[in-house]
C-alpha cells in the first residue's frame, strides 16, 4: 500500500500524509514531511483496500460509499483537485507518478484534437472553480445539477 502512494511525484506536490484506518489499525503513509498539515484519512474494509492497489482501481473505493473520507488542512472536504485526478485517473489508468509524464500525456492528446483538447481544459477547470466557490447547498450549483440532468452534460 506504501508503495502505490509513496513515490507519486504528482501527489507529493499536493499532499503531506495519507492515513488509513482498517479495521481497528491506523496507519500513516508520509508523502511529503513539508506539508504534514495536509493529509486525509480513509476509513477502509482490509480486503476493499488490497484489491484497489492490486488492480489499480482506487477509484472504486472513492465511488463506493463503504469507505469513510476525511480531508485536513485544505479548508474544504472535497478530493479535488488535491488528491483526484491524481490517483484515480492520472495513476490507475495512465501510470502517471511524475510532473514530466503528466506533461507527456496532455501534450499526447493536445495532439491528437487540439480543439477537443483544450473544450475539456476548459471544462476541467471550470468545475474546479464551481467546486472550490460555490456549496452543494446553493442554487446555482442545483441548478447546474439540472441541466447536466436534461442533456447538457458537455458544458458542466
Known sequence: VENYFKNNELLSSELGFINFIVGKKSFTIDI???KYD???IFEVPRFSLIQSITFNIFDDLLIGNFMKTKVLGFGGKQLYPIF???IPKYYDQAKIKTKNE???YYKFYFNKNKINFIF???KYQTSMVIRKNISTNNKL???IGKLRKIGLKDFF
Request: hydrophobic share 30%; aromatic share 6%; proline share 6%.
Open 102 to 104: 503528466l506533461k507527456e
Open 141 to 143: 450549483y442545483q441548478n
Open 84 to 86: 483526484n485526478p491524481i
Open 120 to 122: 475539456e481544459i476548459l
Open 38 to 40: 495536509k493529509g486525509i
Open 32 to 34: 511529503n514531511k513539508k
